[in-house]
């Protein structure tokens, strides 16, 4: 019962010898790319790594409450952390895979502007049930004055809570992590897309128009399917609920970014495998 009942302290937990071994499957991991395609399939397999890191860090910032958060009893949303942080990435990733044909540097930018404004919108909705719907005020049950506003909070906090309602320092969070996440999904989405691009016509014997309805399909849905294994992955990690980034839980980002990379790196492999021709 007591190894079932553990759970690891908040910013704590952290097993160097679990994140050495993740480091080493990431190299040869990447070896492994390097070797079947050492040009397209490895530029695109860092591209999917680097956005997948992006997801996870970024779902650290999202205020999640879960349901205690829906009863008036946690800061937060009342959601789960999956669901909240693969939302906000595929409100970015609509927005980066729009702008794909504007160039890399304006698809990412557009698709973090679209995540951070869907985390936004969220934010303000959700305060403004808890303020009017449910008659709360916003306060932190972590900290004691607001990182950014300075306000105090221990007089706001109703007995017997953690706190509830979204704080200024959880809904500046939220927006940063949407912003995250929806860049990192625009990203592996590029990356992926411009693989499948370049390599479908001659896989299929067919012109580049005819494939790119094809090539975006594919490229689109490997995408999502990243952003809910790099949401789970990171839910696992928090445990429940997290305020933001003055959160203690926020500490366990270190090994929430080596289990997204090798992840990440894993699924993209994969994707790169199905047009990459095997050396004999």
Request: hydrophobic letters at 55%.
């Amino acid at each position: 019962m007591s190894a079932v009942a553990a759970k690891p302290q908040a910013g704590g937990a952290i097993n160097p010898t679990a994140m050495a071994v993740g480091v080493v499957l990431l190299i040869i991991i990447l070896g492994a790319c390097w070797y079947v395609s050492p040009n397209l399939g490895l530029t695109a397999l860092i591209g999917v790594i680097v956005g997948g890191v992006l997801i996870g860090f970024g779902t650290h910032f999202v205020p999640v409450g879960g349901a205690p958060a829906a009863m008036g009893q946690a800061p937060g949303i009342a959601t789960g952390v999956a669901m909240l942080a693969a939302g906000a990435g595929l409100a970015g990733l609509f927005g980066g895979a729009w702008a794909a044909e504007l160039g890399t540097t304006v698809a990412v930018i557009t698709g973090g502007i679209g995540g951070g404004l869907m985390m936004a919108i969220t934010c303000m909705m959700v305060n403004f049930v808890y303020v009017f719907g449910m008659g709360i005020p916003a306060a932190s049950g972590k900290v004691l004055h607001d990182p950014i506003t300075g306000d105090s909070q221990a007089e706001y906090k109703s007995q017997g809570t953690e706190g509830h309602g979204l704080p200024f320092v959880s809904f500046v969070g939220g927006v940063i992590g949407g912003i995250l996440a929806g860049a990192g999904g625009t990203l592996i989405y590029l990356a992926l897309l411009d693989l499948y691009k370049a390599t479908f016509p001659t896989m299929m014997g067919a012109t580049h128009a005819q494939v790119l309805p094809v090539a975006v399909s594919v490229a689109g849905m490997f995408a999502v399917a990243l952003f809910l294994v790099n949401a789970v992955l990171t839910a696992y990690n928090i445990t429940g609920t997290i305020e933001g980034p003055h959160d203690p839980k926020f500490k366990r980002w270190p090994r929430a970014i080596v289990a997204s990379a090798v992840a990440s790196a894993l699924c993209g492999f994969v994707a790169i495998l199905i047009v990459v021709k095997l050396p004999m």
